[in-house]
């Protein structure tokens, strides 16, 4: 079983196996490095990507960040921010793969943008966007499973479907880890700041955050109400506990919580029109 | 309360939200919810591209709609581990309150 754990660590800390990662990724991330590189200049890296522009453009329109209306990349890098740019050009790689193959957990994570990104503004947290993008993210490795191990993925769906059980349950019988700590290590091997590897590593287990406890606690509580909404597919169809630990780091209350409901529910029609119309295109 | 294309929009409904023009779905509203609509007014509203509605109650069926029950059973479904959690539960009552307004009730406060 062990085995299977560090294998497939192994393969995913080696970034050279992982076929989605495009050249302009590591570009951009040499210039933002760089204090003296310009935002044109990295602006000018990424439209160099034709079918990467358009969907950074059609993201960053998306309803999860949808409240700008952006025409330039060079705008895009200014009102959403250089890292947020960064993380939409690493989501729209990953993401072209599961429109594909997976619409249901590209639906589920579209969603959890979605929500994070209106939670925190109900609370009026900083960095919104950052936590959208987390949110977008958050179930990456779930998409990793499915690149390196397929036939453990069949066996893993097969368990949730068998016994009833959570998919996080059935990963750790199967490959002795889970898509949170696989997102974790692949985090890590695409040195994405903090604020978007902790969220993605600890989004079903609030407690173990010690940085971005906050971001964290959004992205768990997001994932909760999607799996709430009944939008999209995670893998399994149940809504998990919502922990204690999240409620009292965001001080939630009833009242905000049906609030951010309502909006939600409202902003979901809307996703799934953006969400049929990215894989029509 | 629904959301429904104008195409669908039939005199005797009434506005659940106000509705703003096409073009400028910030701007003013054109029409205050509680409004009754008319054929004129739909005539009117599609005049300035408006392209859809929010009605109260649920006036319109598409198929493969599910209906409230089918729709309460599949929330059950969903919450069926984490039901007796204490905060788990406020999540239900709220998707329960939120279904039962959306298939009678009338809209929120909101502007669409």
């Known amino acids: 079983m062990d085995d299977k754990r560090s294998e497939l660590k192994k393969i995913i800390m080696d970034t050279k196996t992982l076929p989605t990662l495009p050249g302009v990724i590591s570009k951009l991330n040499s210039l933002s490095d760089n204090d003296k590189a310009s935002v044109q200049e990295m602006a000018k890296i990424v439209s160099s ?84 993008t987390a949110g977008l993210l958050h179930d990456i490795g779930k998409v990793i499973v499915s690149l390196k191990c397929s036939e453990a993925e069949i066996e893993i769906l097969r368990l949730v479907r068998e016994r009833q059980i959570y998919i996080q349950e059935a990963e750790r019988e199967v490959i002795d880890t889970d898509h949170s700590e696989v997102g974790g290590w692949l985090a890590k091997s695409w040195f994405l700041p903090d604020k978007l590897s902790e969220p993605i590593a600890f989004h079903h287990d609030v407690a173990k955050s010690i940085n971005h406890r906050i971001k964290t606690s959004v992205v768990h509580i997001a994932d909760v109400l999607i799996k709430a909404s009944g939008f999209g597919n995670s893998g399994d169809g149940y809504v998990q506990k919502i922990q204690q630990v999240a409620w009292d780091t965001l001080k939630l209350n009833e009242r905000a919580l049906s609030d951010v409901v309502e909006e939600i529910e409202d902003k979901l029609v809307e996703v799934k029109n953006f969400s049929l119309e990215m894989i029509g295109s | 309360m629904q959301k429904i294309p104008l195409m669908l929009a039939k005199a005797g409904m009434v506005l659940a939200r106000d509705v703003f023009r096409g073009d400028s779905p910030t701007g003013m509203p054109v029409c205050g919810k509680d409004t009754v609509l008319t054929e004129a007014l739909i005539t009117r509203l599609d005049n300035m591209d408006v392209q859809s509605v929010n009605v109260q109650g649920h006036p319109v069926w598409e198929e493969g709609e599910l209906s409230y029950e089918d729709l309460l059973r599949e929330l059950d479904h969903r919450f069926e581990k984490t039901m007796q959690e204490p905060l788990n539960a406020i999540l239900y009552d709220i998707h329960k309150a939120h279904l039962i307004k959306s298939m009678e009730g009338e809209g929120g406060r909101q502007t669409e």
């Open chain 1, 49 to 132: 990507d034709q079918v990467l522009s358009a969907r950074i453009l059609r993201l960053a329109n998306s309803p999860s960040y949808g409240f700008y209306r952006v025409s330039t990349i060079s705008n895009a890098m200014i009102l959403l921010g250089v890292n947020v740019v960064k993380s939409l050009a690493l989501s729209s790689s990953i993401f072209a793969i599961m429109e594909k193959d997976s619409v249901g957990l590209w639906e589920h994570s579209l969603g959890v943008g979605v929500a994070a990104n209106l939670l925190a503004r109900r609370l009026k947290l900083p960095e919104c966007e950052e936590i959208a």
